[in-house]
């Protein structure tokens, strides 16, 4: 079982960066792929960003490409989510995601899911 808690969201001006992480629990976080997803409000889950078990992959939507870069760090269990030139519409609830045996952006390939943080992006 691997539980996942996300940190790191706030209120930034547009054009501003913040930095998201996700501190896992379990041996077998290495194992796996892991994925950043957001949620508007009224909107779907949609998918950011993910990462290869061994990071040496990512994957990125086209919304956020150049702009966001996941990492991970295995020997902390925890993947980040570098953001920058943040604009009004990344505005959500971001959720990581982990347990994928693919480097996917289908939110279904994921088993575990932590409990979200907020990024809200003024203009």
């Known amino acids: 079982q691997v539980q996942l808690v996300e940190s790191g969201g706030g209120l930034v001006q547009a054009g501003g960066s913040l930095r998201l992480s996700c501190a896992a629990s379990g041996r077998t976080f290495s194992r796996y792929a892991m994925g950043w997803f957001r949620q508007a409000p009224g909107k779907e889950r949609e998918f950011v960003a993910a990462i290869s078990w061994s990071g040496g992959s990512t994957y990125y939507a086209d919304s956020v490409k150049g702009r966001f870069t996941i990492s991970r760090d295995n020997a902390k269990n925890t993947v980040y989510l570098q953001m920058n030139s943040l604009k009004p519409e990344d505005t959500a609830v971001y959720y990581c995601?982990?347990?994928?045996?693919?480097?996917?952006?289908?939110?279904?390939?994921?088993?575990?899911w932590g409990q979200g943080t907020q990024v809200t992006v003024s203009s």
């Open positions: 995601a982990g347990g994928a045996r693919v480097t996917t952006n289908y939110l279904y390939d994921y088993d575990y």
